[in-house]
């Protein structure tokens, strides 16, 4: 049987402060397989952080397990750091003044990397992650793209077997993120195992094998993108934007046997609500159909296929109002 590369059991986080008591991770569970791309999904303060800092040794579990590649990590957290890279990016973690090649060399001896590899190994990365051409340039005059793509090679350093991201294409143009998911997919074929943090269901569809939805430190679904999306149950969303909302509407609208769920988006001058239909229910009402629905007259309204994203939203929406009825 193959051996997991990471596995978390029952894990859980808690953090006091006096004497308030906040639980960031709720008996969560995963197994990441070999060669595989699990991503965390959920809205901030979901957890994922939380969750990819015990799996990186960097927080202590309250209660639970976390094993990498077989070793226990929470006794042995030095002996399971030779298998994790961990990419948490953004403009810390580099010698702003040095260059490229300066910064891997430094932290190449920081690794179990021998010494007389270090320069052939830094030059490899450099090139896997496509900064060759920039390699004696300072890191202060490298884009924010480049500098994940530094925090990548710089997490490959030691070889790991499991490499952790948290957001990594936050902030990134559209250009530089499909160029950093490019080298996540680049690493599980070359046999690393990822698991990465999101709130974006599309670029989870992207990169991932299995999804798995967190929300409260608790897993509320798992699959591929597909899968979850389908759990919201909706399959078209009529997006409007009304000059006030009416205390009644939400209420009013939920009572429907066709609402799968209602977000609303309060704007400065407006407040733009999306009605997501249920799955098999008749075409939605529109013109003065709708109108009738919301008892207020719209300044524009659009009906449309829901996005995995949408999709998403909505189910996340749904958790929690479940949760807290």
């Known amino acids: 049987m193959t051996r997991a590369a990471l596995e978390l059991v029952d894990v859980s986080r808690v ?28 809205p901030n303060g979901a957890g994922k952080t939380t969750t990819v800092k015990m799996a990186s040794t960097l927080l202590a579990p309250t209660s639970g397990e976390v094993v990498v590649a077989g070793v226990d990590a929470v006794r042995r957290p030095r002996e399971a750091r030779r298998h994790l890279g961990l990419v948490l990016g953004g403009d810390r973690g580099f010698y702003l003044r040095a260059t490229a090649r300066e910064n891997l060399r430094f932290f190449a001896t920081l690794t179990a990397v021998p010494t007389r590899l270090h320069r052939s190994r830094v030059t490899e990365l450099l090139a896997t992650v496509g900064l060759s051409d920039r390699a004696d340039d300072r890191v202060e005059t490298f884009s924010r793209g480049m500098r994940q793509r530094l925090h990548l090679a710089r997490a490959l350093l030691g070889e790991p077997t499991v490499v952790l991201f ?49 929300d409260d430190g608790r897993t509320v679904a798992s699959g591929d993108a ?32 066709d609402v799968a769920e209602v977000v609303v988006r309060q704007k400065p001058f407006a407040a733009e609500v999306d009605i997501f239909w249920t799955t098999g229910s008749a075409l939605p009402p529109s013109g003065s159909r709708l ?14 296929p829901v996005s995995l994203h949408e999709a998403y939203l909505a189910f996340i929406a749904r958790a929690r109002r479940i949760e807290t009825s």
């Open 15 to 42: 953090f006091r402060r006096g004497a308030t008591r906040r639980v960031a991770v709720d008996g969560f569970d995963l197994t990441l397989a070999p060669s595989s791309v699990t991503c965390l999904l959920g």
């Open 166 to 214: 948290d957001e990594p294409s936050i902030g990134l143009d559209p250009e530089g993120a499909r160029d950093l998911r490019d080298l996540v997919v680049q690493q599980r074929d070359h046999g690393r195992s990822i698991l990465l943090t999101t709130h974006d269901l599309n670029e989870a569809e992207a990169l991932s094998d299995t999804v798995i939805v967190i």
């Open 226 to 257: 597909r899968h979850v999306a389908q759990l919201a149950g909706v399959e078209l969303v009529t997006t409007t934007s009304l000059p006030l909302l009416p205390p009644s509407l939400v209420p009013r609208l939920m009572d429907r046997a």
């Open 291 to 304: 109108v009738d629905v919301l008892t207020v007259e719209p300044h524009w309204t659009t009906t449309r």
